[in-house]
């Protein structure tokens, strides 16, 4: 099944390099697969995963292991941000 996955700032040097320009992939994944599955796939530190939306909501941490993707889910992933 595909989804889009997107990562901003400086997690998209976690991105194939085709496709950092855009921030974006479209992945083909095995049904059932979950946010935590992706993050594995693509070695996301923990402590950069910090927003994670899907479709635009906020998927909290506890469920980010067991929350599934559907057939043309966005997934997009912010690591903390510091500014000043």
């Known amino acids: 099944m595909k989804i889009t996955f997107k990562l901003y700032a400086m997690l998209t040097d ?3 390099l085709e496709a950092r320009r855009g921030n974006r992939v479209e992945l083909d994944i095995a049904p059932e697969s979950t946010i935590a599955d992706v ?3 693509f070695a996301l530190p923990m402590k ?3 927003l994670v939306l899907i479709n635009g909501h ?3 941490p506890e469920d980010r292991a067991t929350r ?3 057939e043309g889910d966005v997934l997009a992933i ?3 941000i510091a500014g000043g």
């Open 14 to 16: 976690h991105l194939p």
């Open 39 to 41: 993050i594995a796939r």
């Open 48 to 50: 950069l995963v910090h």
């Open 58 to 60: 906020y998927i909290a």
């Open 68 to 70: 599934t993707l559907v």
């Open 78 to 80: 912010w690591p903390p």
